[in-house]
């Protein structure tokens, strides 16, 4: 009915939605809509608030092409402040997304995401200029977090420029162990995607997924900055088997200049970091400790590409690797002679942790590097073990890699100082 939705469109900025709302409800909190219906329902400038609950959708939850905000007046969906609503996905079994962002300009925060059926993304965003905020995926049958678009679509619709900011994906796992990330950003993305202040950590597949394939060409630049890859590789409770890569950075040997910054990577199943075959990585001011293949990998396609030529890397430490040393070769591509092996740079030989000049660092460099309590997903009773997050919102690491004087200036992540896409080199 028309006039009913001008209607719910006029009443304000506020749309609730409760799990036992209906379509008939006027969207006011005593007699709150469905979730699907508000979504369909609201206007650009509106807030769509969850009251606080469990939610079990029994269809995919989609905010449809054309259903899109404006830079001015996006269209939000969020918990009811100081709680957070759960969106429960295991009401039904498809291989589509539990919640399906393709419209534009859309900010979504403050809720969980959890339990999709096998091989069901929990959330897939589709559309462009969003905001994806605090927003924790987990103990789902597929990825957590996913911008994808379509290979049948050219590349000027391929969802570009969204924000996902102080988001956590842990424990996902797909039957055949393979595919599920905690976040990806691949295959069919445009520009100016980035990731900031987020967390992934026992994924059965890899932390963090950028991977491009000849097929479909280069994906867009990514961003990710401020974030924190660990136990990938494994399932919440450690069985289970991945690829475990902390952060995978590309594919198919396509030169793409993705760009992580400031962040850290530890007790991953392979490598923390990888081009996975990207020749065009930038790496600036990140932390890689005790991975359990190689903390840094930078490898090329193949025997016609054998380095990535373009690879750059900035103010990064690398110790203590179960797998030995970083895996890169500069008397392959003397062009790179201090992109890499330079003064600024930390890289593990296998035993140390050395600069260009033979400078060395130790375990002195971090005021802790005692991560044993985030080995174990599970708690003793059950629980999730996670991060805390700070009274910003953050995630908070405390002393855990936090750096010490030991460490020259501009060498390593100094976690939670945002560099908000600056160069720090």
């Known amino acids: 009915d028309p006039d009913f939705v001008a209607e719910l469109q006029a009443k304000g900025n506020e749309l609730f939605v409760s799990k036992d709302g209906t379509a008939f409800g006027d969207g006011s909190q005593a007699n709150p809509l469905d ?52 969106l429960n996905l295991s009401g039904f079994s498809t291989a589509a997304a539990g919640l399906d962002l393709m419209g534009n300009w859309w900010i979504i925060q403050d809720i969980d995401l959890t339990k999709s059926t096998d091989n069901s993304k ?20 597929d990825t957590g977090i996913q911008i994808s678009g379509s290979s049948s679509e050219p590349y000027e619709k391929w969802p570009s420029y969204n924000l996902i900011e102080g988001c956590e994906t842990f424990g996902n796992c797909d039957p055949a162990q393979n595919n599920a990330d905690g976040f990806g950003c691949k295959l069919t993305t445009g520009d100016g995607n980035v990731f900031r202040n987020c967390v992934a950590h026992h994924n059965v597949d890899d932390g963090w997924d950028l ?34 890569n902390g952060f995978k950075m590309g594919g198919d040997g396509i030169n793409i200049p993705h760009r992580l910054v400031n962040s850290i990577s530890f007790n991953n199943d392979l490598n923390g970091i990888t081009t996975n075959s990207n020749p065009g990585l930038i790496v600036e001011n990140c932390t890689a400790y005790a991975n359990k ?13 054998e380095f990535p030529r373009t690879v750059e890397v900035y103010g990064t430490i690398s110790m203590d ?9 500069e008397s392959k591509a003397p062009e790179l002679k201090g992109r890499l092996q330079s003064d600024t740079n ?10 260009k000049s033979g400078d060395k660092l130790d375990k002195s460099a971090f005021v802790s590097v005692d991560f044993e309590k985030y080995v174990n997903g599970l708690n003793a009773d059950g629980s999730y073990n996670r991060i805390p997050r700070n009274e910003k919102g953050e995630f908070d690491l405390g002393d855990l890699f936090k750096l010490t004087d030991k460490v020259p200036a501009g060498v390593g992540a100094d976690y939670n100082y945002t560099v908000r896409g600056k160069s720090k080199k």
């Open 211 to 244: 991977y491009s394939k000849v097929e479909t060409g280069p994906i867009g630049v990514v961003l990710i900055e401020n974030c924190i890859a660990y136990s990938n590789g494994r399932k919440i409770d450690n069985t289970g088997s991945g690829d475990g």
């Open 122 to 141: 929990a959330m897939q965003i589709r559309g462009s200029h969003n905001i994806v905020r605090r927003v924790d995926s987990y103990m789902n049958g």
């Open 293 to 305: 293949e190689a903390n840094i990998n930078l490898y090329g396609k193949n025997s016609s590409a």
């Open 346 to 355: 930390y890289f593990s030989n296998g035993a140390q942790s050395v600069n």
């Open 321 to 329: 690797s179960a797998g030995g040393a970083d895996k890169f070769d």
């Open 35 to 86: 979730l699907q219906s508000a979504i369909n329902y609201v206007a650009p400038g509106q807030t769509i608030t969850l009251l606080p609950g469990t939610y079990y959708p029994t269809r995919p939850t989609v905010i449809e092409r054309g259903n899109n905000g404006t830079a001015k007046k996006p269209k939000t969906l969020r918990s009811q402040p100081g709680s957070r609503a759960v």
